[in-house]
């Protein structure tokens, strides 16, 4: 099994269809995908998790409770999950994450990504929509150092994509082909 987790918006949905050629339940608004969704790509699971994080107009309440849901459902599955692939957007993560550390809070991108690896689940991090970065080396570098993953490891963790316009997908694919070997899965 293959999740994608990320926070609402930031275009899970468009990279499994670019990734698979899967289109999984696409909301109209952010935070509209609640429950995980599954669709099948080479006899393999692959989820499309709820959005976690901010969503405009949704309660504060309801925004842990599926959190929670994510966190339970991954830990639940920790054992069936080959791979995880956070996906974050590359033009708004550093300025969010900046936003929470300065409250003294853990960036929630920043959270889950130490949360898959303490249950030992390999992390790809997509950094999606590049079509809107201006500076990708400075991003992925900010990225890398935020989550603790030295510079030498970048390439193996961070994949810069452009899920819209079909920019690096191949080379997305490629880095999971090779997780999903190396695991043995
Ligand atoms: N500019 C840009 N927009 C994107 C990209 N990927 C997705 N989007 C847009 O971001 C919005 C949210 O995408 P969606 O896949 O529904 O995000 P999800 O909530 O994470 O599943 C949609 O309007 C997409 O068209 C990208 O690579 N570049
Ligand atoms: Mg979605």
Known sequence: MIVFVGRSNVGKSTLIFALTGKW?????????????????WRNR???????FGFMSGVPREVQERVKDEIVRFIEERAGEIDLAVLV??????PEIIERWEKRGEIPIDVEFFEFLRE?????????????????LGATLNYLAERMGVPYSEI????????????????LLRKRIEEVLREKGA
């Open 24 to 40: 999984v339940k696409r909301g109209k608004r952010p935070g509209v995908t609640r429950r995980p969704v599954e669709v099948t």
């Open 45 to 51: 699971k692959v989820v499309d998790m709820p959005g």
């Open 88 to 93: 974050v957007d590359g033009k708004a993560a």
């Open 119 to 135: 249950l030992g689940i390999p992390v790809i991090v997509a950094v999606n929509k590049i079509d809107k970065v201006k500076n």
């Open 155 to 170: 390439p193996e963790i961070f994949v810069p994509v452009s899920a819209k316009f079909g920019t690096n997908i191949d």
